[in-house]
């Protein structure tokens, strides 16, 4: 019997070609799918995340050499720059899938329109005047305008994709051809030794700042502050004081280089010893064993120099700065895109050091825990200030008192808030202040180096410098040092302290010739009796002073500027307002005020070494612009300071109460008073 063949009804048949997929199952067609719109995402995150984070920091070689990051950390973070965040955004594009296709290509669209809208806020901040909210609603009509473009139109589409190959050229343009790149791939450092001649080979102790205008040490008669700054007085009583003393640059990476190798910046390189290898650390090495503390160069080649004892920072430092750093430069406002704002001086307690010496006698140092304070790499250099068998250079480059300003007079810190401008109505008065307060701690490390070199007994034999690689203009909207603050107030910029002590010198002297930093290699040469092997823009100061009268300056390698030489007067300082130092009583209310770190005030610890000397917050929108606000501690008015005009952080204020003596252990009473145009005070509620 033949076999029978049992046929479905039409409308029971199957379907004839491969079976549909199941909402878990993808298909060939939408694997493609899903790769394209991987790419376009990859290309979009590379240019809001990975080329403007690596431009940046391939710029700022001094951002890994501060944070002492070795090759395999930087590399790390550059795979974590390049890959991270396009891995999250396509990884969610694929999780959104679940909710099925159509939600799936709607969830492609808005992440094409952000990331759309994120790449136009930092376009329109390069070439438009748009900031703050304005920007924001171009920026997500320009995201919304592109998603639309790449759902109409196919070419849109295509152009993303061939756009993802960016992020790898941006991480090769990284490795290879930005300044960074001597840092992460060093080349050789075969640097040139200087030749010893007759005479005799001094110990060598250089101590270089930053950031320290020399006006800022001046008094009234334009001598040192001794009143305010003991310690660089002592150094300038015992010393020759090169007054008319100028960086060559506003900017460390640029004016360091200059000033150990004796030549004018001329290449925007890493300030490394591959790029610079014939320098103070080469030169001397042959002969004097090196002991250098650097903070944002390596100019010293591991030939010479031990490893700091400073241990290394590590990665989870340089993601964290990295991600501050993104939040600048995706920011709809104005901002410092500067790395140089995480150059902050590890403590020794937090570098697990001990503190070289004791705290001194003296009243206003007056918790011993404050040399848990000290900067790490000071502790570092004061304890390798020792006689030797052999000449030694004791080499230190101090972040200080370059900013972040967190140092009172005593040592003690105090806590601020990353938002706080630096240049403006009120804002201007309120840097300097910090600065000035920082500078006065750094006069007291001063004074402990110098203490240290005469019990040791190196002060009287040993060759000793001190200065700083360039200043900064604290003149109302002119702060800072690039060139716009160059052009109006070169004397803060530019001119800046330079010591020299010879062996056995005893008494002071004052010379005005026209120092340039680029002298202090061939100066310090002739003292210690070596010959540099190599051409020099400088001329030492055992030579007669060069003809010119005139400063050159490189805001810029290899583009110099020339202003008028001179020792530049002191700014007239602001004018301190009667009330301060005055106790206050009961005043009748006058209002609300928040102040953000009122907490603090409750347990005031003066023995843990930190103290909340710096007061911030905000007033209601109707307290005029420049209404002057008196802050009080236990009842004495510590600052008075003005209401600025609004910005994005409110109608605000900030004082500044230098003075560890309004403090006490324990609860202390916070006051802030409106002072009246007739001098009248009214309490203000905080909250």
């Known amino acids: 019997m033949a076999d029978?063949?049992?046929?479905?009804?039409?409308?029971?048949?199957?379907p004839s070609g491969p079976a549909p997929a199941s909402a878990g199952e993808v298909t060939p067609s939408g694997r493609r799918t899903e790769l394209r719109r991987a790419l376009e995402a990859v290309a979009l995150v590379g240019l809001v995340v990975t080329q403007p984070l690596l431009d940046v920091l391939g710029?700022?070689?001094?951002?890994?050499?501060?944070?002492?990051?070795?090759?395999?950390?930087?590399?790390?973070?550059?795979?974590?720059?390049?890959?991270?965040?396009?891995?999250?955004?396509?990884?969610?594009?694929?999780?959104?899938?679940?909710?099925?296709?159509?939600?799936?290509?709607?969830?492609?669209?808005?992440?094409?329109?952000?990331?759309?809208?994120?790449?136009?806020?930092?376009?329109?901040?390069?070439?438009?005047?748009l900031r703050g909210v304005p920007l924001l609603v171009a920026a997500i009509v320009a995201g919304a305008a592109g998603a639309a473009a790449r759902r109409r139109w196919r070419v849109t589409g295509r152009v993303l994709r061939v756009a993802a190959l960016g992020p790898g050229v941006f991480v090769?343009?990284?490795?290879?051809?930005?300044?960074?790149?001597?840092?992460?791939?060093?080349?050789?450092?075969?640097?040139?030794?200087?030749?010893?001649?007759?005479?005799?080979?001094?110990?060598?102790?250089?101590?270089?700042?930053?950031?320290?205008?020399?006006?800022?040490?001046?008094?009234p008669d334009g001598r040192i502050d001794a009143a305010r700054y003991p310690h660089f007085a002592e150094l300038a009583a015992g010393s020759t004081w090169y007054r008319?003393?100028?960086?060559?640059?506003?900017?460390?990476?640029?004016?360091?280089?200059?000033?150990?190798?004796?030549?004018?910046?001329?290449?925007?390189?890493a300030p490394h010893y591959s790029q610079y290898p014939d320098n103070l650390f080469t030169a001397l090495g042959g002969l004097y064993d090196v002991r250098a503390e650097e903070s944002i160069t390596r100019l010293c080649p591991p030939s010479r120099c031990d490893q700091p004892a400073t241990p290394p920072q590590g990665l989870g430092v340089l993601v964290r700065e990295s991600g501050k750093l993104l939040g600048r430069i995706a920011a709809p406002v104005d901002s410092r895109v500067d790395p140089e704002e995480s150059y902050r001086e590890r403590t020794a307690a937090?570098?697990?050091?001990?503190?070289?010496?004791?705290?001194?006698?003296?009243?206003?140092?007056?918790?011993?825990?404050?040399?848990?304070?000290?900067?790490a790499r000071f502790t570092s250099f004061l304890a390798g200030l020792r006689p030797a068998n052999r000449p030694t250079l004791h080499f230190l480059h101090l972040l200080m008192p370059h900013p972040p300003w967190a140092y009172l007079p005593s040592g003690a810190r105090y806590d601020a808030p990353e938002d706080l401008p630096n240049d403006g109505a009120g804002w201007v008065d309120l840097a300097r202040a910090r600065h000035l307060a920082q500078l006065e701690y750094t006069d007291r490390l001063v004074g402990e180096t110098l203490r240290t070199l005469r019990a040791s007994g190196l002060y009287d034999k040993s060759l000793v410098l001190l200065t700083a690689d360039h200043g900064v203009s604290f003149t109302r909207d002119w702060q800072g040092r690039g060139m716009d603050a160059i052009d109006h107030a070169a004397g803060e910029v530019a001119w800046v302290p330079m010591f020299v002590k010879e062996p056995g010198q005893r008494t002071g002297r004052v010379d005005d010739r026209n120092w340039e930093h680029v002298d202090l290699l061939?100066?310090?040469?002739?003292?210690?009796?070596?010959?540099?092997?190599?051409?020099?823009?400088?001329?030492?100061?055992?030579?007669?002073?060069?003809?010119?009268?005139?400063?050159?300056?490189?805001?810029r390698p290899g583009q110099r500027v020339a202003f008028p030489g001179g020792v530049p007067a002191r700014p007239a300082p602001p004018a301190p307002h009667p009330l301060v130092g005055t106790t206050v009583g009961e005043k009748p209310a006058g209002g609300p005020a928040t102040v953000a770190n009122l907490a603090a005030f409750g347990d005031v610890d003066p023995a843990a070494g930190e103290l909340p000397a710096l007061v911030w917050g905000t007033v209601?929108?109707?307290?005029?612009?420049?209404?002057?606000?008196?802050?009080?501690?236990?009842?004495?008015?510590?600052?008075?300071?003005?209401?600025?005009?609004?910005?994005?952080?409110?109608?605000?204020?900030?004082?500044?109460?230098?003075?560890?003596?309004?403090?006490?252990?324990g609860g202390n009473r916070l006051d802030v008073y409106r002072v009246g145009a007739d001098g009248s005070l009214r309490r203000l509620t905080l909250s």
């Open 620 to 665: 209601p929108r109707q307290v005029l612009d420049g209404t002057l606000l008196a802050v009080a501690v236990n009842g004495r008015v510590g600052a008075v300071v003005p209401v600025v005009p609004e910005d994005k952080g409110g109608r605000r204020f900030a004082a500044f109460l230098p003075d560890d003596h309004l403090f006490r252990a």
């Open 4 to 14: 029978q063949t049992l046929t479905a009804p039409p409308g029971l048949r199957p």
């Open 522 to 555: 061939p100066t310090i040469a002739d003292e210690v009796h070596v010959r540099i092997p190599w051409r020099l823009d400088g001329r030492s100061a055992k030579q007669a002073p060069r003809g010119r009268t005139e400063k050159y300056f490189y805001d």
């Open 172 to 219: 090769v343009l990284f490795l290879f051809a930005s300044p960074a790149s001597a840092v992460v791939l060093p080349g050789a450092h075969g640097g040139a030794a200087g030749v010893a001649g007759p005479g005799e080979h001094p110990p060598v102790v250089m101590i270089v700042l930053d950031e320290l205008p020399l006006v800022s040490l001046l008094g």
């Open 350 to 375: 937090e570098a697990g050091l001990d503190a070289a010496e004791p705290a001194p006698a003296d009243p206003k140092f007056r918790w011993d825990s404050l040399d848990d304070n000290q900067p």
């Open 244 to 269: 008319n003393a100028t960086g060559v640059s506003g900017w460390t990476p640029y004016a360091l280089p200059a000033m150990l190798t004796g030549r004018y910046p001329a290449e925007p390189v």
């Open 59 to 129: 710029r700022s070689p001094d951002f890994f050499l501060f944070h002492r990051a070795t090759t395999g950390d930087i590399l790390v973070l550059v795979a974590l720059i390049a890959l991270a965040p396009g891995l999250v955004v396509v990884l969610c594009g694929v999780a959104s899938r679940l909710a099925g296709a159509r939600f799936r290509a709607g969830t492609h669209l808005a992440v094409v329109g952000l990331l759309l809208a994120a790449l136009a806020v930092q376009v329109g901040r390069h070439t438009t005047p």
